[in-house]
């Protein structure tokens, strides 16, 4: 079942916690509540203009931008334009699904958690706070994922199935392991702490960007491009 709040103002220092296993739709515009959002159970999402602020802060960006934590087996739907724009995601083994243009967007990890998309994705000036913990991401079949100037450190990112991860800035993510079941497809310089080679069907779509390693550099199959190792 799903729950619109289409005609309820949210405002002041309201909290919202999402219960219970159906959905919970953000159908209101412009928002202000500012205590937040927590999904303990079933899956948010918004049928509003996403640009207008349905989740809080009601515009005022990163001052006020609000803050949602979900859970595990719980689950956020980022579908439509900037709807989590400059808000905090704290993923406590709970998923973000979805496809959407997003920016100035933080993730923290607090514990292992996952990221899904459903169709290209971009995402620019993303920071990802892995935290020690591991983020493992399925990018859908034939479809890319773009993390242009985007900041993930101290963990692992862990592409389960590709899909095109995409980096079309300079990059340094020096602080976090990267797992690559996919492509690679980056026209800057990229730096990775280890990186784990695991696409077997097709080539390393590599451009005229460079790929340093810091570590350890593991390829399970043939590489049609080599990295570069730093120490």
Same mark, same amino acid.
Request: charge should be neutral.
């Given at each position: +079942?799903?729950? #619109?709040?289409?005609?309820? @103002?949210? =405002? &002041?220092?309201?909290?919202?916690?999402?219960?219970?296993?159906?959905? !919970?739709?953000?159908?209101?515009?412009?928002?202000?509540?500012?205590?937040?959002?927590?999904?303990?159970?079933?899956?948010?999402?918004?049928?509003?203009?996403?640009?207008?602020?349905?989740?809080?802060?009601?515009?005022?960006?990163?001052?006020?931008?609000?803050?949602?934590?979900?859970?595990?087996?719980?689950?956020?739907?980022?579908?439509?334009?900037?709807?989590?724009?400059? +808000?905090?995601? #704290?993923?406590?083994?709970? @998923?973000? =699904? &979805?496809?959407?243009?997003?920016?100035?967007?933080?993730?923290?990890? !607090?514990?292992?958690?996952?990221?899904?998309?459903?169709?290209?994705?971009?995402?620019?000036?993303?920071?990802?706070?892995?935290?020690?913990?591991?983020?493992?991401?399925?990018?859908?079949?034939?479809?890319?994922?773009?993390?242009?100037?985007?900041?993930?450190?101290?963990?692992?990112?862990?592409?389960?199935?590709?899909?095109?991860?995409?980096?079309?800035?300079?990059?340094?993510?020096?602080?976090?392991?990267?797992?690559?079941?996919?492509?690679?497809?980056?026209?800057?310089?990229?730096?990775?702490?280890?990186?784990?080679?695991?696409?077997?069907?097709?080539?390393?779509?590599?451009?005229?960007?460079?790929?340093?390693?810091?570590?350890?550099?593991?390829?399970?199959?043939?590489?049609?491009?080599?990295?570069?190792?730093?120490?």
């Amino acid at each position: +079942m799903a729950v #619109n709040t289409s005609l309820v @103002t949210l =405002s &002041g220092s309201l909290k919202v916690v999402k219960e219970g296993p159906g959905a !919970l739709n953000f159908s209101k515009e412009k928002q202000s509540f500012k205590g937040g959002i927590d999904v303990v159970a079933g899956k948010i999402y918004t049928s509003a203009a996403p640009a207008n602020w349905p989740f809080g802060g009601n515009g005022t960006q990163s001052k006020n931008a609000s803050i949602i934590t979900v859970n595990e087996g719980a689950e956020v739907a980022i579908n439509g334009k900037m709807g989590f724009a400059y +808000m905090t995601i #704290n993923l406590n083994g709970g @998923t973000i =699904s &979805g496809n959407s243009t997003q920016f100035n967007t933080t993730v923290n990890l !607090l514990a292992d958690s996952y990221f899904k998309t459903t169709a290209n994705t971009k995402i620019p000036w993303l920071k990802i706070c892995l935290n020690g913990f591991t983020l493992n991401v399925t990018i859908a079949a034939s479809t890319w994922l773009d993390f242009t100037d985007a900041t993930i450190e101290n963990g692992i990112f862990n592409v389960v199935q590709g899909g095109t991860l995409r980096f079309y800035s300079a990059s340094n993510f020096s602080t976090a392991d990267f797992r690559v079941k996919g492509a690679i497809d980056a026209t800057a310089e990229t730096s990775v702490r280890d990186y784990e080679w695991l696409y077997s069907t097709g080539e390393w779509n590599y451009n005229s960007g460079k790929l340093k390693v810091f570590g350890v550099f593991t390829p399970t199959t043939d590489c049609f491009y080599g990295c570069e190792m730093q120490n």
